[in-house]
T-cell receptor
Framework: DQQVKQNSPSLSVQEGRISILNCDYTNSMFDYFLWYKKYPAEGPTFLISISSIKDKNEDGRFTVFLNKSAKHLSLHIVPSQPGDSAVYFCAASADYKLSFGAGTTVTVRA | DAGVIQSPRHEVTEMGQEVTLRCKPISGHNSLFWYRQTMMRGLELLIYFNNNVPIDDSGMPEDRFSAKMPNASFSTLKIQPSEPRDSAVYFC????????????FGNGTRLTVT
C-alpha cells in the first residue's frame, strides 16, 4: 500500500528552466514532508523539508509547496542545472516513520 | 563529519549463506534506521532503533532477518539463510532525533544472492 506516490517516473528539462516534481500522499497523519536527492551508487541526501503547518518553504533554488487539502506537494527547482540530474524522492513522516515515493529521475539537458 | 558508514559496499553470496551488513552511524545521532531498496517496492523501512533499542521491526520481512545495535556506534543487519529474493540495496540511516529530523543515509550495500 503506497502511501506516498510519485506518478512521474522521469522528467527531462532544459538547463536554466524550471523543474517541477510532484508528489501525492494518502495518510492524513503525515505531518512532515521531505525531498531527497540520490545519485547513482550513493545514498539519498536530504534536500529540503516542510512542516504540515506551512504551505511553502524555500532554500536557494529549491522551493517546496504543500497543499494539505489536496494531499499534494511539489518541488520546484529553478533554474535547473546539470548537477541536478538525479533521482528525487518525496518522503512523508508520521512520528519517526518515513514513507518514500518511488522516485522521479530528473535529467537536465544542456 | 564522516557521515554514515556502511560495509561492505557490495556483497555477492550464494543462496543459503549467512550475510552480515554493517553500519556506523554519525556520532551523536541516537536514531538508526535500516532501509531496503528494490525495483518493485522502492525504499522500505526494515527496522528502527532509538538509543540502541529496537523500537519498530515490523518491516523486517521474516525471521531470516535480524538486526542488532550493541552500542551507539555500530549496528548489524543479518540475513540467515539468504535467498535470491533478498537481492537489493540495503541502506542504513541515522538522525539526531527520531521525530521530524532528516535522515542521513550511508551509501548502501548492494547485496546479490545467487
Amino acid at each position: 500500500d503506497q502511501q506516498v506516490k510519485q506518478n512521474s517516473p522521469s522528467l527531462s528539462v532544459q538547463e536554466g528552466r524550471i523543474s517541477i516534481l510532484n508528489c501525492d500522499y494518502t495518510n492524513s497523519m503525515f505531518d512532515y514532508f521531505l525531498w531527497y536527492k540520490k545519485y547513482p551508487a550513493e545514498g539519498p541526501t536530504f534536500l529540503i523539508s516542510i512542516s504540515s503547518i506551512k504551505d511553502k518553504n524555500e532554500d536557494g533554488r529549491f522551493t517546496v509547496f504543500l497543499n494539505k487539502s489536496a494531499k499534494h506537494l511539489s518541488l520546484h527547482i529553478v533554474p535547473s542545472q546539470p548537477g541536478d540530474s538525479a533521482v528525487y524522492f518525496c518522503a512523508a513522516s508520521a512520528d519517526y516513520k518515513l514513507s518514500f515515493g518511488a522516485g522521479t529521475t530528473v535529467t537536465v539537458r544542456a | 563529519d564522516a557521515g554514515v558508514i556502511q560495509s561492505p559496499r557490495h556483497e555477492v553470496t550464494e543462496m543459503g549463506q549467512e550475510v552480515t551488513l554493517r553500519c556506523k552511524p554519525i556520532s551523536g545521532h541516537n536514531s538508526l534506521f535500516w532501509y531496503r531498496q528494490t525495483m518493485m517496492r522502492g525504499l522500505e523501512l526494515l527496522i528502527y532503533f532509538n538509543n540502541n533499542v529496537p523500537i519498530d521491526d515490523s518491516g523486517m520481512p521474516e525471521d531470516r532477518f535480524s538486526a542488532k545495535m550493541p552500542n551507539a556506534s555500530f549496528s548489524t543487519l543479518k540475513i540467515q539463510p539468504s535467498e535470491p529474493r533478498d537481492s537489493a540495496v540495503y541502506f542504513c540511516a541515522s538522525s539526531p532525533q527520531g521525530l521530524n529530523s532528516p535522515l542521513h543515509f550511508g551509501n548502501g550495500t548492494r547485496l546479490t544472492v545467487t
